[in-house]
């Protein structure tokens, strides 16, 4: 069964950048689609983007789009999302997780519930 571990999160300025990363083991096949998410201190969490494994489709929520890329790794167990000019708001762990087959490209595609295996996060903090 597929596993997925977060790797990457680290302190960075503002307006900086920083490339997260997940990797994938056990049952490659079945994960069609990889969403990244993040929970900040007290809020819920919030979907940011996805990433259809077969053609490399994307869709961003709104507040990242322009910023944030997510993309296939050279590994094809690996997802990498690349954050760029991030503000303290950023600020929060991160997760991807296994996302569904079938996908509309809106935020309908970003609800938690669709997403049945996740990796344990990895802290993103965005400070001078």
């Known amino acids: 069964q597929v596993q997925l571990v977060e790797s990457g999160g680290d302190l960075v300025q503002p307006g900086g950048s920083l490339s997260l990363s997940c990797t994938a083991s056990g049952g490659l096949a079945a994960i069609y689609a990889t969403g990244w998410f993040r929970q900040a201190p007290g809020k819920e969490r919030e979907g940011v983007g996805l990433?259809?494994?077969?053609?490399?489709?994307?869709f961003y929520r709104e507040s990242v789009r322009g910023r944030f890329t997510i993309t296939g790794g050279n590994a094809k167990n690996t997802v990498i999302i690349q954050m760029r000019d991030v503000v303290p708001d950023d600020s929060t762990v991160y997760y991807c997780a296994k996302g569904p087959a079938i996908l509309k490209l809106d935020m309908s595609d970003l609800q938690e519930e669709l997403y049945d295996i996740w990796g344990q996060g990895t802290q993103v903090t965005v400070a001078s």
């Open positions: 990433f259809r494994k077969f053609d490399g489709t994307t």
